[in-house]
Protein backbone atom coordinates (compact mmCIF):
# COMPACT_ATOMS: atom_id res chain seq x y z
CA UNK A 1 0.00 0.00 0.00
CA UNK A 2 1.82 3.09 -1.00
CA UNK A 3 -0.46 5.72 -1.44
CA UNK A 4 -1.74 8.98 1.05
CA UNK A 5 -4.74 10.32 0.84
CA UNK A 6 -8.44 10.61 -0.56
CA UNK A 7 -9.70 13.46 -1.66
CA UNK A 8 -6.19 14.61 -2.82
CA UNK A 9 -4.20 11.46 -2.92
CA UNK A 10 -0.47 10.50 -3.78
CA UNK A 11 1.61 7.49 -4.75
CA UNK A 12 5.58 6.83 -5.20
CA UNK A 13 7.39 4.92 -6.85
CA UNK A 14 11.26 4.09 -7.85
CA UNK A 15 14.79 3.47 -5.89
CA UNK A 16 17.03 5.61 -5.24
CA UNK A 17 19.88 4.48 -7.79
CA UNK A 18 16.84 3.17 -10.81
CA UNK A 19 16.62 4.45 -14.05
CA UNK A 20 13.62 6.61 -12.82
CA UNK A 21 10.92 7.70 -10.22
CA UNK A 22 7.52 8.97 -9.93
CA UNK A 23 4.59 10.45 -8.23
CA UNK A 24 1.21 9.95 -9.23
CA UNK A 25 -1.17 12.93 -8.17
CA UNK A 26 -4.88 12.27 -8.18
CA UNK A 27 -7.86 14.27 -7.03
CA UNK A 28 -6.50 18.39 -8.34
CA UNK A 29 -9.26 20.84 -9.14
CA UNK A 30 -8.83 21.34 -12.83
CA UNK A 31 -7.71 25.11 -14.18
CA UNK A 32 -4.87 25.40 -11.49
CA UNK A 33 -1.88 27.01 -13.30
CA UNK A 34 0.58 24.47 -13.43
CA UNK A 35 4.47 25.02 -15.12
CA UNK A 36 7.27 23.01 -15.36
CA UNK A 37 9.22 26.16 -13.94
CA UNK A 38 7.11 26.45 -10.96
CA UNK A 39 8.62 23.31 -9.21
CA UNK A 40 12.00 24.35 -9.54
CA UNK A 41 12.14 26.72 -6.54
CA UNK A 42 10.91 24.07 -3.82
CA UNK A 43 13.39 21.31 -5.85
CA UNK A 44 16.52 23.27 -5.47
CA UNK A 45 15.84 23.97 -1.45
CA UNK A 46 16.28 20.27 -0.91
CA UNK A 47 19.31 19.61 -3.46
CA UNK A 48 22.36 18.60 -1.65
CA UNK A 49 25.28 21.57 -1.96
CA UNK A 50 25.90 22.90 1.20
CA UNK A 51 28.48 22.11 3.46
CA UNK A 52 27.01 18.83 5.72
CA UNK A 53 24.78 17.56 2.61
CA UNK A 54 25.75 14.66 0.50
CA UNK A 55 28.13 14.79 -2.46
CA UNK A 56 25.52 13.24 -5.09
CA UNK A 57 24.14 15.91 -7.36
CA UNK A 58 21.16 15.57 -9.43
CA UNK A 59 19.53 17.57 -11.96
CA UNK A 60 16.14 17.12 -10.69
CA UNK A 61 14.54 18.38 -13.67
CA UNK A 62 10.95 17.06 -13.69
CA UNK A 63 8.86 15.51 -16.34
CA UNK A 64 4.94 16.15 -16.51
CA UNK A 65 4.53 12.99 -18.27
CA UNK A 66 0.06 14.36 -17.58
CA UNK A 67 -2.78 16.00 -16.47
CA UNK A 68 -1.61 19.06 -17.71
CA UNK A 69 -2.37 20.78 -21.24
CA UNK A 70 -1.93 24.47 -22.19
CA UNK A 71 -0.13 25.25 -18.88
CA UNK A 72 -3.43 24.15 -16.41
CA UNK A 73 -4.23 20.99 -14.75
CA UNK A 74 -6.79 19.16 -16.83
CA UNK A 75 -7.96 17.69 -13.57
CA UNK A 76 -6.88 14.13 -14.62
CA UNK A 77 -4.30 12.28 -12.59
CA UNK A 78 -0.70 13.57 -12.73
CA UNK A 79 2.50 12.28 -13.38
CA UNK A 80 5.69 13.56 -12.86
CA UNK A 81 8.59 11.99 -13.40
CA UNK A 82 12.27 12.28 -12.33
CA UNK A 83 15.71 10.89 -13.73
CA UNK A 84 18.51 9.67 -11.25
CA UNK A 85 22.16 10.14 -12.95
CA UNK A 86 24.37 10.24 -10.40
CA UNK A 87 24.11 6.97 -9.11
CA UNK A 88 26.78 4.66 -7.91
CA UNK A 89 25.34 0.94 -7.27
CA UNK A 90 28.82 -0.71 -5.79
CA UNK A 91 28.76 1.36 -2.92
CA UNK A 92 26.14 -0.71 -1.37
CA UNK A 93 26.34 -4.51 -1.89
CA UNK A 94 28.18 -5.29 1.39
CA UNK A 95 25.21 -4.12 3.22
CA UNK A 96 22.96 -7.06 2.89
CA UNK A 97 25.64 -9.40 4.59
CA UNK A 98 26.47 -6.60 7.03
CA UNK A 99 23.07 -4.21 7.17
CA UNK A 100 24.44 -0.78 8.65
CA UNK A 101 23.27 -0.27 12.32
CA UNK A 102 20.24 2.30 12.67
CA UNK A 103 19.62 1.98 8.77
CA UNK A 104 16.56 -0.24 7.08
CA UNK A 105 19.12 -2.45 5.82
CA UNK A 106 18.03 -5.43 8.01
CA UNK A 107 14.66 -4.75 8.32
CA UNK A 108 14.17 -3.96 4.18
CA UNK A 109 16.09 -6.99 3.40
CA UNK A 110 14.04 -9.54 6.09
CA UNK A 111 10.66 -7.73 4.84
CA UNK A 112 11.25 -8.42 0.80
CA UNK A 113 13.29 -11.57 1.11
CA UNK A 114 16.60 -10.56 -0.19
CA UNK A 115 14.91 -9.12 -3.57
CA UNK A 116 15.00 -5.55 -2.54
CA UNK A 117 17.07 -2.81 -4.29
CA UNK A 118 19.72 -1.96 -1.97
CA UNK A 119 21.72 0.68 -3.54
CA UNK A 120 21.36 4.25 -1.79
CA UNK A 121 18.66 2.74 -0.02
CA UNK A 122 16.63 1.67 -2.92
CA UNK A 123 13.16 2.72 -2.40
CA UNK A 124 13.41 3.44 1.41
CA UNK A 125 16.03 6.44 0.46
CA UNK A 126 15.49 10.05 1.40
CA UNK A 127 16.16 10.49 -2.62
CA UNK A 128 12.25 10.07 -3.01
CA UNK A 129 11.43 13.01 -0.78
CA UNK A 130 12.08 14.79 -4.13
CA UNK A 131 8.72 13.46 -5.23
CA UNK A 132 6.82 14.68 -1.80
CA UNK A 133 8.28 17.94 -2.77
CA UNK A 134 6.88 17.92 -6.43
CA UNK A 135 3.47 16.73 -5.45
CA UNK A 136 3.64 19.67 -2.62
CA UNK A 137 4.09 22.35 -5.04
CA UNK A 138 0.99 21.39 -6.24
CA UNK A 139 -0.95 20.95 -3.16
CA UNK A 140 0.35 24.26 -2.14
CA UNK A 141 -1.20 26.01 -4.92
CA UNK A 142 -4.46 24.28 -4.28
CA UNK A 143 -4.09 25.67 -0.13
CA UNK A 144 -3.23 29.39 -1.35
CA UNK A 145 -4.06 31.68 0.71
CA UNK A 146 -2.43 29.56 3.76
CA UNK A 147 1.35 29.92 4.09
CA UNK A 148 3.31 26.91 4.62
CA UNK A 149 6.98 27.74 5.73
CA UNK A 150 9.46 25.86 7.48
CA UNK A 151 13.16 25.81 8.89
CA UNK A 152 16.25 24.63 11.15
CA UNK A 153 16.00 25.25 14.06
CA UNK A 154 18.76 23.99 15.45
CA UNK A 155 21.35 20.61 14.39
CA UNK A 156 23.14 18.72 16.92
CA UNK A 157 21.18 20.15 19.41
CA UNK A 158 22.92 23.64 18.57
CA UNK A 159 21.39 26.51 17.43
CA UNK A 160 25.08 27.14 15.81
CA UNK A 161 24.25 25.19 12.90
CA UNK A 162 27.03 25.50 10.78
CA UNK A 163 29.33 25.15 13.62
CA UNK A 164 27.32 21.98 14.84
CA UNK A 165 27.76 21.20 11.00
CA UNK A 166 31.76 21.46 11.24
CA UNK A 167 32.32 19.66 14.56
CA UNK A 168 30.66 16.56 13.00
CA UNK A 169 32.68 16.81 9.66
CA UNK A 170 35.73 16.85 11.74
CA UNK A 171 34.84 13.35 14.13
CA UNK A 172 33.54 11.88 11.17
CA UNK A 173 30.29 12.08 12.66
CA UNK A 174 26.59 12.67 11.78
CA UNK A 175 23.93 14.78 12.98
CA UNK A 176 20.14 15.63 13.36
CA UNK A 177 18.02 18.17 13.95
CA UNK A 178 14.66 20.22 14.78
CA UNK A 179 12.78 21.79 12.23
CA UNK A 180 10.08 24.13 13.10
CA UNK A 181 6.71 24.49 10.86
CA UNK A 182 4.43 27.19 10.93
CA UNK A 183 0.79 27.57 8.32
CA UNK A 184 -0.60 30.86 8.55
CA UNK A 185 -3.94 31.89 7.02
CA UNK A 186 -5.82 28.41 8.08
CA UNK A 187 -9.62 28.48 7.85
CA UNK A 188 -11.00 26.94 11.46
CA UNK A 189 -12.80 23.49 10.65
CA UNK A 190 -10.46 21.34 8.65
CA UNK A 191 -9.64 18.05 10.25
CA UNK A 192 -12.47 15.30 11.81
CA UNK A 193 -11.71 14.51 15.17
CA UNK A 194 -10.74 10.66 15.66
CA UNK A 195 -9.01 9.18 12.32
CA UNK A 196 -8.65 12.37 10.53
CA UNK A 197 -7.69 14.43 12.73
CA UNK A 198 -5.03 17.22 11.26
CA UNK A 199 -2.56 16.39 13.77
CA UNK A 200 -2.63 12.69 12.77
CA UNK A 201 -3.26 13.84 8.75
CA UNK A 202 0.36 15.32 9.14
CA UNK A 203 2.20 13.08 11.55
CA UNK A 204 1.37 10.39 8.94
CA UNK A 205 2.65 11.97 6.25
CA UNK A 206 5.64 13.16 8.48
CA UNK A 207 6.63 9.84 9.51
CA UNK A 208 6.88 9.01 6.03
CA UNK A 209 10.28 11.38 5.19
CA UNK A 210 12.70 9.12 6.02
CA UNK A 211 14.66 9.81 9.57
CA UNK A 212 11.99 11.38 10.66
CA UNK A 213 11.72 10.67 14.93
CA UNK A 214 9.19 12.43 16.46
CA UNK A 215 6.44 15.45 15.76
CA UNK A 216 4.90 17.98 18.26
CA UNK A 217 2.26 20.09 18.18
CA UNK A 218 1.93 23.61 20.06
CA UNK A 219 3.79 23.00 23.77
CA UNK A 220 3.91 19.26 22.65
CA UNK A 221 5.57 17.28 25.52
CA UNK A 222 5.91 20.50 27.49
CA UNK A 223 2.20 20.60 28.20
CA UNK A 224 2.14 17.75 30.74
CA UNK A 225 4.21 19.17 32.64
CA UNK A 226 2.23 22.83 32.88
CA UNK A 227 -0.73 24.10 35.05
CA UNK A 228 -3.94 24.28 32.81
CA UNK A 229 -4.38 27.89 34.19
CA UNK A 230 -0.59 28.71 32.34
CA UNK A 231 -1.70 26.55 29.39
CA UNK A 232 -5.01 27.38 28.16
CA UNK A 233 -5.19 29.77 24.92
CA UNK A 234 -7.21 32.33 26.18
CA UNK A 235 -9.49 34.22 23.06
CA UNK A 236 -9.41 37.50 21.98
CA UNK A 237 -11.31 37.63 18.69
CA UNK A 238 -14.72 36.48 17.90
CA UNK A 239 -12.95 34.72 15.16
CA UNK A 240 -11.12 32.50 17.57
CA UNK A 241 -7.96 34.12 17.38
CA UNK A 242 -6.54 33.70 20.97
CA UNK A 243 -3.75 35.38 23.06
CA UNK A 244 -1.10 32.27 23.11
CA UNK A 245 -1.04 29.09 20.79
CA UNK A 246 0.15 26.04 22.82
CA UNK A 247 -2.36 24.18 21.03
CA UNK A 248 -0.17 24.78 18.30
CA UNK A 249 -3.74 25.88 16.25
CA UNK A 250 -5.76 22.77 16.83
CA UNK A 251 -8.36 22.07 19.06
CA UNK A 252 -9.88 18.75 18.87
CA UNK A 253 -8.24 17.23 15.69
CA UNK A 254 -9.86 20.86 13.77
CA UNK A 255 -7.94 23.92 12.94
CA UNK A 256 -8.83 26.56 14.93
CA UNK A 257 -7.78 29.48 12.66
CA UNK A 258 -4.82 30.45 14.70
CA UNK A 259 -1.65 29.07 12.98
CA UNK A 260 -0.77 25.60 12.72
CA UNK A 261 2.42 24.92 14.99
CA UNK A 262 4.47 21.96 14.95
CA UNK A 263 8.41 21.09 15.29
CA UNK A 264 9.88 17.48 13.67
CA UNK A 265 12.80 16.16 15.35
CA UNK A 266 15.12 14.72 12.14
CA UNK A 267 17.84 11.37 13.63
CA UNK A 268 21.19 11.60 12.45
CA UNK A 269 22.24 10.07 9.69
CA UNK A 270 23.31 6.36 10.22
CA UNK A 271 25.68 6.29 7.55
CA UNK A 272 28.89 7.42 9.49
CA UNK A 273 32.83 7.71 8.07
CA UNK A 274 33.77 6.15 11.22
CA UNK A 275 34.52 2.51 11.17
CA UNK A 276 32.03 0.98 13.54
CA UNK A 277 32.17 -2.89 15.00
CA UNK A 278 28.58 -5.00 13.68
CA UNK A 279 27.24 -8.23 12.96
CA UNK A 280 27.62 -10.04 9.78
CA UNK A 281 24.44 -11.56 9.63
CA UNK A 282 24.86 -14.56 7.35
CA UNK A 283 28.68 -15.25 9.24
CA UNK A 284 27.09 -14.66 12.40
CA UNK A 285 30.21 -13.16 13.18
CA UNK A 286 31.25 -9.50 14.41
CA UNK A 287 33.17 -7.68 12.08
CA UNK A 288 34.38 -3.67 11.12
CA UNK A 289 32.10 -1.83 8.79
CA UNK A 290 33.54 1.00 6.93
CA UNK A 291 30.60 2.79 4.92
CA UNK A 292 31.19 3.69 1.20
CA UNK A 293 29.57 5.92 -0.49
CA UNK A 294 28.44 9.47 -0.61
CA UNK A 295 26.01 9.97 2.76
CA UNK A 296 24.39 13.44 4.86
CA UNK A 297 26.31 14.62 7.45
CA UNK A 298 23.03 15.79 8.45
CA UNK A 299 19.96 15.35 6.54
CA UNK A 300 18.11 18.04 8.62
CA UNK A 301 19.62 20.07 6.44
CA UNK A 302 17.77 19.41 3.74
CA UNK A 303 14.35 18.75 4.95
CA UNK A 304 12.20 22.53 6.17
CA UNK A 305 11.05 22.16 2.07
CA UNK A 306 9.86 18.42 2.43
CA UNK A 307 8.47 19.41 5.88
CA UNK A 308 6.58 21.98 4.22
CA UNK A 309 5.67 19.68 1.29
CA UNK A 310 3.92 17.01 2.99
CA UNK A 311 2.15 19.35 5.55
CA UNK A 312 0.71 20.75 2.24
CA UNK A 313 -0.23 17.49 0.63
CA UNK A 314 -2.11 16.29 4.16
CA UNK A 315 -4.05 20.26 4.38
CA UNK A 316 -5.07 19.79 0.58
CA UNK A 317 -6.62 16.46 1.24
CA UNK A 318 -8.80 17.77 4.62
CA UNK A 319 -9.53 21.38 2.26
CA UNK A 320 -10.75 18.78 -0.86
CA UNK A 321 -13.16 16.73 1.82
CA UNK A 322 -14.58 20.48 2.66
CA UNK A 323 -14.35 22.28 -0.67
CA UNK A 324 -14.16 19.45 -3.35
CA UNK A 325 -14.16 21.84 -6.73
C1 LIG B 1 16.82 13.88 2.11
C2 LIG B 1 17.32 12.72 2.95
C3 LIG B 1 18.65 12.34 2.84
C4 LIG B 1 19.14 11.28 3.61
N1 LIG B 1 20.47 10.97 3.52
C5 LIG B 1 20.95 9.94 4.25
C6 LIG B 1 22.34 9.58 4.15
O1 LIG B 1 23.09 10.18 3.40
N2 LIG B 1 22.77 8.53 4.90
C7 LIG B 1 21.93 7.84 5.75
O2 LIG B 1 22.37 6.92 6.42
N3 LIG B 1 20.64 8.16 5.86
C8 LIG B 1 20.13 9.19 5.13
N4 LIG B 1 18.80 9.51 5.23
C9 LIG B 1 17.95 8.76 6.17
C10 LIG B 1 17.58 7.38 5.67
O3 LIG B 1 16.91 7.48 4.42
C11 LIG B 1 16.70 6.69 6.73
O4 LIG B 1 17.33 6.74 7.97
C12 LIG B 1 16.45 5.26 6.35
O5 LIG B 1 15.66 5.20 5.18
C13 LIG B 1 15.75 4.48 7.45
O6 LIG B 1 14.56 5.09 7.83
P1 LIG B 1 14.30 5.52 9.36
O7 LIG B 1 15.49 6.32 9.78
O8 LIG B 1 13.05 6.37 9.28
O9 LIG B 1 14.14 4.28 10.17
C14 LIG B 1 18.27 10.57 4.48
C15 LIG B 1 16.93 10.94 4.57
C16 LIG B 1 16.46 12.02 3.81
C17 LIG B 1 15.00 12.41 3.94
Known sequence: MNYFGHYFRISLFGESHGAQMGVIVDGCPPGLPLLPDDFMHD?????SGNRGATARTETDVPCLASGLYNGHTTGAPIA?????HDTCAADYAAF????????????ATKKWKGFNDLRGGGHLSGRLTVLLVAAGVIAKKILAPVVIQAQLEEAGGQQT?????????????????????TAQQMPV??????????????????????????IEFGDGFAASQRLGSARNDRFVATDGTTATNNAG???????????????????????????????????GQMTDLVIAGRHDVCFALRLPVVVEAVTAIALADLKRAILPA
Do not use: M, Y
Open 249 to 283: GVNGGITNGNDLVFRVAVKPPASIAQPQQTLNITT
Open 96 to 107: RDIPRPGHADFT
Open 80 to 84: ILFEN
Open 43 to 47: LQRRQ
Open 189 to 214: GWGEPFFHSVESQISRLIFAIPGVNG
Open 161 to 181: IAEAIDRAIAADDSIGGIIRC
